[in-house]
């Protein structure tokens, strides 16, 4: 049918239900078809990419780029293009830039006020690059983020486009090799919300740029006496800047400055961080509602630093924080993760290390938006840094993971410490192989309150039998490696127990029909099982006089169906070198993965 002759509203419904391949096709059938379009079609955002080809995609950078990798010549503007179409884009095969700016013409009349994203990057021109810029300016359309990443030094152009982003809005990054004698000064204050600088900064007067409300520089060679200046002007201004990170090349004198910027004194050495929150108002005489929401919108590393400023801030922090998720990870040294996990990733913390006063003592650390390392090898020290940081922050529940070469003794030290504040424990990986007849069953001891999931894999000695003072709260036990000191009835209270079985196990075949059928008689939370090198166990001894129904197949594994006591249904399996019970219901869903 001639769909360009359906009224506007059904055509509405029929575009929103087209994507960018569909919509840039009918718009070349004809001028009344791309009218047609723009007037019905959704807002979008297009992103363009000028490199050694012409990308045009729908969505913000990094969103991804859906085209064949089929070329067709199309005419646009009078010109033959070499174009690759797809679902989300278009690629233009040339590098002429009035072709270019052909084909972003084309693209901005054929959708209705879009917003914008451009990036120009090698082995783009400055000249092309400002000819593009100007285009997009002179349409009056919105620009969310400008990327300049091309090593093509021009002092004539560079200014010239510098002076086309200062309606950006949201981000600027500029990534690229200015002459050494240029420097920008901008003919309107920049309205974007953040400005990266990377490579060379020495055409950047950051004075000239305080409009925006972050400013990133990545390398620096000026002097202490120009920050402290520079922070001293931004204090008594009304500069919408509230967030800078420079990255200071050489040494320099940290002290010297932020020397009279504030009454506080911190005892952070060597730390680079000031707060603007800090420097410009007494951020702590705020009422406690509203100092909640300023600590909802801090990372770790903040927040961490603060409590360095005085006993009253720390206080303060600690009353009006959310309470964290803490993973403590001791190998060695130790690593404070402050969001939820079962692993610590150190991907996160900076590698920078920094002196900090705790009690008196000096400790050295690297402290990042998630967390904080401890460079310490001594296990006193790495205490009083998981003290300072549970007495800062208030926790939900904590992970504590113990890897080589951490001592037993001084893992039994740290969940002493733990247990005494009553903190609830989720989960606990055990990774150590040193062999401890003295601190090991201490440390065991130490984790019937873990809430969740317990992780052992020891090395413990040949004669060690581990007897339990009081049943383990822990919903799943799973241990690896040597499991000659784990008596396996004394871990019933577990919903979940996967172990392996030793080469001089006293588990026989009839003791096993034994446990089976007790545990079928008792009230044991026990509800999953798992045991591993099995081999020379007989599964049918093993579950003899269980059940009435017969032994059943699938492949490897065979079992029984079983009822407790309270009329719950189970089963009782093997599959080559391992035996099971679980539920009915969870059973089904193993043998469907098998």
């Not at 791309?34 to 913000?60: C, N, P, Q, W």
């Not at 990170?245 to 940290?254: A, N, P, Q, T």
Request: some cysteine; hydrophobic content about 40%; glycine content about 4%.
């Amino acid at each position: 049918m001639n769909l360009l002759r359906l009224p506007f509203v059904v055509l509405i419904d029929i575009f929103k239900n087209m994507d960018f391949k569909d919509k840039f096709l009918i718009s070349l059938l004809s001028k009344r078809a791309r009218k047609t379009l723009k007037l019905t079609s959704a807002v979008v955002h297009l992103s363009f990419e000028l490199m050694a080809d012409f990308i045009i995609y729908t969505g913000t950078p990094g969103s991804g780029l859906e085209v064949t990798d089929e070329e067709f010549d199309y005419l646009i503007g009078g010109e033959v293009m070499r174009l690759s179409i797809g679902p989300t884009g278009v690629i233009l095969r040339e590098i002429w830039a009035y072709k270019r700016l052909l084909l972003a013409n084309h693209l901005l009349d054929t959708f209705r006020k879009p917003t914008i994203s451009v990036g120009f990057h090698f082995p783009t021109e400055p000249l092309s690059a400002w000819e593009f810029m100007k285009m997009i300016n002179k349409r009056k359309l919105c620009v969310k983020s400008f990327t300049y990443d091309t090593f093509r030094p021009s002092s004539k152009f560079i200014p010239r486009i510098l002076d086309e982003c200062t309606e950006v809005t949201d981000l600027i990054y500029i990534k690229t090799i200015f002459p050494e004698d240029f420097v920008y000064t901008p003919p309107r204050l920049f309205k974007v919300r953040e400005f990266c600088v990377s490579v060379t900064f020495n055409w950047f007067d950051i004075e000239s740029f305080t409009s925006c409300r972050r400013i990133i520089i990545h390398e620096t060679y000026r002097s202490p006496e120009y920050w402290n200046t520079f922070f001293r002007n931004w204090m008594d201004s009304e500069a919408p800047l509230e967030y800078m990170s420079c990255r200071l090349k050489g040494i320099f004198d940290f002290p010297l400055i932020v020397d009279g910027l504030s009454n506080d004194r911190a005892v952070v050495q060597l730390c680079p961080h000031i707060d603007r929150l800090n420097l410009r108002m007494d951020l702590l005489r705020l009422p406690l509602l509203p100092l909640i929401e300023v600590f909802k919108n801090m990372d770790f590393h903040e927040k961490f630093l603060i409590s360095f400023l005085s006993k009253r801030a720390r206080n303060t922090l600690t009353v009006t924080s959310e309470k964290l998720h803490l993973t403590f990870h001791l190998s060695g040294g130790l690593f404070i993760d402050s969001e939820p996990c079962d692993y610590c990733s150190r991907s996160r913390v900076t590698n920078k290390v920094s002196d900090c006063l705790i009690e008196g003592n000096v400790i050295r650390m690297s402290i990042g938006p998630i967390g904080v390392i401890s460079r310490e090898k001594s296990p006193q020290k790495q205490l009083l840094l998981a003290n300072y940081v549970l007495d800062t922050f208030k926790c939900s529940f904590i992970n504590i993971i113990f890897y080589d070469p951490t001592l037993p003794s001084s893992a039994w030290e740290f969940m002493k410490m733990i247990n005494h504040r009553q903190l609830s424990v989720h989960t606990l990986f055990y990774y150590i192989k040193s062999n401890s007849s003295e601190f090991i069953p201490r440390i065991l001891d130490e984790c019937t309150e873990v809430i969740d999931y317990v992780v052992i894999y020891p090395m413990f000695p040949d004669d060690f039998i581990y007897t339990p003072p009081r049943p383990f709260k822990a919903r799943e036990i799973c241990v690896t490696g040597s499991a000659n000191w784990f008596n396996f009835e004394d871990f019933v209270s577990c919903r979940r127990v996967r172990f392996p079985l030793n080469k001089k196990s006293k588990w026989t075949s009839k003791s096993w029909n034994i446990f089976f059928r007790n545990w079928l008689n008792s009230d044991d939370p026990l509800e999953h099982m798992w045991c591993f090198n099995s081999y020379r166990l007989n599964f049918p001894q093993m579950i003899k006089g269980l059940s009435n129904g017969r032994t059943q197949r699938q492949r490897r594994n065979k079992w029984i169906e079983v009822n407790r006591k309270d009329g719950s249904e189970f089963v009782i399996g093997k599959a080559d070198d391992h035996f099971y019970i679980m539920s009915k219901e969870e059973h089904f869903e193993y043998l469907k993965s098998t």
